[in-house]
C-alpha cells in the first residue's frame, strides 16, 4: 500500500530509533525494527496494540518494539476516540469528534475514552533515547498529534507523513520547513475511506534534514 516506506526504511542506521505514531497493527513497526536498533509504536486502538505484540512476537523482533498504547496530543488527559470498526487492524479513528468516515457500526457509532500523552514531554520525563525517525500516519488528527511532537520531528533526522492535503498538515509541513526539513520523496496515497472502497487521497512524503 505505501511502496515509498519500503524506500525510507533503508535510510536507517541500525542504531537508529523510530517512532511509528499511528502504529496500527504494526506492519511498518516490524519493518523498522528489522533495520533500527528499537521502535516505539504509538497506537490508540487496544486491539491494534495486541497485534503488534503479537507481530513483533512472530517475526522475532519483540526486543526491539516499545508499544504505546496511547493517543498522541497537545496535553496530558483524555480524548474521547470514535472508533469506525471494532475489528483488530482497523483504522480511521477520530479524536474528539465524529469519525468522517462512513462506518461499519450502523447508528451506533463507538466511543471510548483514551489516554492522551504529550510526547515531547513524555520523552523528557522518562529520559527515553533521542528519535531519529519519526513516522506519522494518523488519518486526520494530524493537527493535534503534532501539538505533542514538534520538538521529537524537530531533532529528528527524517520524517515521513501521510499529506491528505488539509490546511492543517499543509501548517505542519511548513513547519517543519522551518526546522531545516526538506521534501526528499513522495508518492500518492490510495485508501478506502468506507467499506470496499478505495481512493486517491493526497501523497505520502518523507522529508529530511
Not at 515509498?4 to 536507517?12: D, M
Not at 523510530?18 to 497493527?25: F, K, P, Q, S, W
Not at 508499544?67 to 498522541?72: E, N, R, S
Not at 483514551?114 to 529520559?127: C, G, M, P, Y
Amino acid at each position: 500500500e505505501e511502496p515509498l516506506i519500503f524506500e525510507w526504511v533503508h535510510q536507517f542506521g541500525s542504531n537508529d530509533v523510530v517512532l511509528d505514531v499511528g502504529a496500527n497493527a504494526g506492519l511498518y513497526s516490524i519493518l523498522f525494527a528489522k533495520h533500527a536498533s528499537l521502535v516505539f509504536s504509538c497506537e490508540l486502538d487496544p486491539l491494534n496494540c495486541a497485534e503488534i505484540r503479537r507481530n513483533a512476537l512472530l517475526n522475532a523482533v519483540a526486543d526491539r518494539v516499545v508499544i504505546l498504547p496511547v493517543a498522541c496530543g497537545s496535553k496530558d488527559g483524555l480524548s474521547q476516540v470514535h472508533f469506525r470498526d471494532l475489528s483488530p487492524g482497523d483504522a480511521l479513528q477520530s479524536m474528539d469528534r465524529p469519525s468522517p468516515f462512513a462506518t461499519r457500526l450502523g447508528s451506533r457509532p463507538y466511543i471510548s475514552p483514551t489516554i492522551v500523552l504529550n510526547l515531547d514531554e513524555f520523552w523528557k520525563s522518562a529520559s527515553l533515547p533521542k528519535v531519529d525517525h519519526v513516522k506519522i500516519d494518523v488519518d486526520g488528527n494530524e493537527a493535534e498529534v503534532f501539538a505533542g511532537l514538534k520538538s521529537l520531528c524537530a531533532n529528528a533526522k527524517s520524517i515521513y507523513i501521510e499529506d491528505s492535503g488539509d490546511i492543517f498538515t499543509k501548517k505542519i509541513l511548513s513547519d517543519l520547513q522551518g526546522h531545516g526539513f526538506r521534501e526528499v520523496a513522495s508518492s500518492a496515497i490510495s485508501k478506502g475511506s468506507s467499506p470496499g472502497a478505495s481512493t486517491s487521497q493526497g501523497f505520502n512524503r518523507v522529508l529530511r534534514r
